[in-house]
């Protein structure tokens, strides 16, 4: 874990997550919270993730994405050399890709 991300306020912002119920529920506070542009960012990180870990080249996940090679890249980083946050989420939502 990066012990610069680990602070009080971001302790209760992953509190505050852990407390939603439902997708509804997330949908209404990611609004607030988020920029329409961050949250889009967030998700298409996700699904960037998810489609490096079926083995699609980055060309394919560019066209389906509009992601660029740079985030790309991010991705597959912290897909290789991260924290396992991608895998632990993954298995957890039965993505065992």
Known sequence: MNKKIKTESVDALFDAILS????????RFFEDLCTVNELLSLSQRFEVASMLKSHKTYLEIAEKTGASTATISRVNRSLNYGNDGYELVFSKIGENK
Do not use: G, K, T
């Not at 939603?20 to 949908?27: G, I, P, Q, S």
């Open 20 to 27: 939603l119920e439902n997708r509804e529920e997330c949908y």
